[in-house]
């Protein structure tokens, strides 16, 4: 029988309390070491792993790698049960939430949009590039920026229940991005990719373009579906 995300979790989390799996004081290996170690695909280890972020139990630092949080070895025991309520092919289940709440959102965006909104894009696209040129300044920054920009452009729908939803998924929505900007960051092209394709995002939103706005949205969600989920 095929190992669960919730199973691995715990799994994890048991090396991670008799320190059998640490290298070095709080790092954790890469997570390719962490895959052939728990016999599973890389896929479902950055599940499991995403499962214990969330939960506090383990950081990710940037290029520095994973690391686990100092409350784990002074009586934190985190409720692994609340992740039975998480599907199993949870990133699959994450990319269709995006696309159900992005796509619209981003078409909604670009015929309600106001000055106000497009302000908040532009800052966080001036962030963003930042980050792109010079780095982060602190762990987390561009995620935090990214997460910004997506919410801005669904606050911008003008639909008080879509952004409530959103706002509800957001947490998660920001441990994913954090994880994946990690993971991708040093491959390739693919900061320049990203960066290009919230500039195109919000290009379209601002020049009230409906179509092209949800055209953009559903290709970034489809890179990362491509890139993370399968």
């Known amino acids: 029988m095929a190992k669960g995300r919730r199973k691995l979790a715990e ?15 709080k790092k954790l290996p890469s997570e390719r070491e962490l895959a052939n170690l728990f016999n599973v695909s890389r896929n ?14 383990i950081e990710v630092r940037g290029r520095e790698g994973l690391f686990v949080k100092d409350e784990v070895f002074v009586g934190f025991s985190p409720n692994l049960k609340s992740v039975v309520l998480w599907p199993e092919n949870m990133l699959r289940d994450l990319m269709e939430m995006r696309e159900i709440i992005e796509v619209p959102a981003a ?18 696209m001036k962030h963003l590039e930042e980050i792109y040129l010079h780095g982060e300044k602190f762990d987390g920054e561009g995620a935090k920026w990214d997460a910004l920009l997506h919410m801005a452009v669904v606050e911008a729908s003008g639909n008080r229940i879509l952004v409530r939803f959103s706002e509800e998924f957001g947490y998660i929505m920001e ?15 693919w900061p320049r990719i990203i960066l290009d394709q919230h500039r195109a995002l919000f290009e379209a939103i601002r020049d009230k373009d409906e179509a092209r706005a949800k055209k953009v949205a559903m290709e970034h969600i489809e890179l990362a579906r491509k890139k993370f989920a399968g």
């Open 44 to 57: 479902l280890l950055r599940e499991a792993l995403v499962v214990l972020e969330c939960l506090g139990v």
């Open 175 to 189: 441990k994913y991005i954090g994880q994946s900007r990690s993971l991708v960051f040093s491959q390739g092209n």
């Open 11 to 25: 799994e994890i989390l048991g090396k991670i309390r008799d320190k059998s799996i640490l290298v070095e004081g």
């Open 107 to 124: 078409g909604i965006a670009a015929r309600r949009r106001t000055a106000e909104d497009l302000k908040k894009m532009e800052e966080c």
